[in-house]
Nanobody, 124 residues
Framework: QVQLVESGGGLVQAGGSLRLSCAASGRTVSGYSSGWFRQAPGKEREFVAAIIWSGTRQYYADSVKGRFTISRDNAKNTVYLQMNSLKPEDTAVYYC?????????????????WGQGTQVTVSS
């Protein structure tokens, strides 16, 4: 099984930055894509960003384009989410996930493994 652990969340002021990390362990195969999702109180879990194994293709929700950057370091089994120009509406629990295919997806059902989430709070 694959285990994912997020870190890097916290409390920041609007306009600030955070970098989230997602460390994977117990992986027996490679080549799958990864993604970040978030869920705010009273809201459905939503797609944030995704990246293919090579790291050469990334996809973003419209709400975070130009502000967030997803990247990965396969040698470290780690996926990152750099978040800049944070807004109060970015406040949510952020989850990393690993897909069950080599292709990028924005659908929750296409991700086989999930972390437990890390809280990001942006104050105004």
């Amino acid at each position: 099984q694959v285990q994912l652990v997020e870190s890097g969340g916290g409390l920041v002021q609007a306009g600030g930055s955070l970098r989230l990390s997602c460390a994977a362990s117990g992986r027996t195969v490679s080549g799958y894509s990864s993604g970040w999702f978030r869920q705010a109180p009273g809201k459905e879990r939503e797609f944030v960003a995704a990246i293919i194994w090579s790291g050469t293709r990334q996809y973003y929700a419209d709400s975070v384009k130009g502000r967030f950057t997803i990247s990965r370091d396969n040698a470290k089994n780690t996926v990152y989410l750099q978040m800049n120009s944070l807004k109060p509406e970015d406040t949510a629990v952020y989850y990393c996930a690993e897909a069950s295919s080599t292709y990028v997806s924005r659908l929750l059902a296409d991700y086989a493994y999930w972390g437990q989430g890390t809280q990001v709070t942006v104050s105004s």
